[in-house]
C-alpha cells in the first residue's frame, strides 16, 4: 500500500493534489491541503468539463494564421474580379445628396480630392476599385460588380 507524502498514512487510495505548486499525492484526510488534480468522482459529474468543445482564443487563432503560408491576398483577388457599375456617378451624387453633403465634405470623409470627386461625379472619371469601396462604405451604397 502507498504512502500518503502529508502525513506517511498507508492507505489503499492515494489523491494527487497540487500544494503550493508542488504535487503531491496524499490521503483522503489530507485531500484538503491542496487542489485535487484527479478524482474518483463519479464520470457523469467530469463530463460536462470535459466535454467542452474546444474554443481556440483570438491568440491562438491569430498564431495560426500567422503560421499559414503566404497566398495572394483575398483583396487583391478580389480587385480582379470587380467592377464599377454603369450608374456611377449618378449613385454617388446621389448618396451624397441624401447625406446632404457637399462635394467638399465627401471629398474630406473620403480624404480625396474635390477635384477628383467631381470628376467622377460628372462621369468624366471612372473611380479605381479602391476608390470605389471607399464610396461603398463611406455612403453605404453599391458600386462593384462581380465580374464572375
Ligand atoms: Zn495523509
Given at each position: 500500500m502507498p504512502d500518503c507524502e502529508m502525513c506517511g498514512k498507508r492507505v489503499p487510495n492515494l489523491t494527487r493534489v497540487r500544494i503550493e505548486g508542488a504535487i503531491m499525492s496524499v490521503c483522503d484526510a489530507c485531500q484538503h491541503f491542496g487542489t485535487v488534480l484527479e478524482t474518483r468522482k463519479p464520470a457523469a459529474f467530469r463530463q460536462p468539463q470535459e466535454a467542452k468543445p474546444f474554443v481556440p482564443t483570438k491568440r491562438e487563432i491569430q498564431q495560426v494564421v500567422k503560421h499559414t503560408p503566404a497566398r495572394p491576398r483575398p483583396k487583391e483577388a478580389d480587385i480582379e474580379n470587380l467592377y464599377v457599375v454603369e450608374e456611377f456617378s449618378r449613385l454617388i451624387k446621389e448618396a451624397r445628396e441624401k447625406m446632404s453633403?457637399?462635394?467638399?465634405?465627401?471629398?474630406?470623409?473620403?480624404?480625396?480630392?474635390?477635384?477628383?470627386?467631381?470628376?467622377?461625379?460628372?462621369?468624366?472619371?471612372?473611380?479605381?476599385?479602391?476608390?470605389?469601396?471607399?464610396?461603398?462604405?463611406?455612403?453605404?451604397?453599391?458600386?462593384?460588380?462581380?465580374?464572375?
Open positions: 453633403w457637399t462635394q467638399e465634405d465627401l471629398a474630406k470623409r473620403l480624404m480625396e480630392r474635390k477635384n477628383v470627386l467631381s470628376n467622377i461625379e460628372r462621369g468624366a472619371l471612372v473611380p479605381d476599385i479602391k476608390f470605389a469601396k471607399k464610396l461603398e462604405r463611406v455612403l453605404g451604397i453599391k458600386l462593384l460588380e462581380d465580374t464572375s
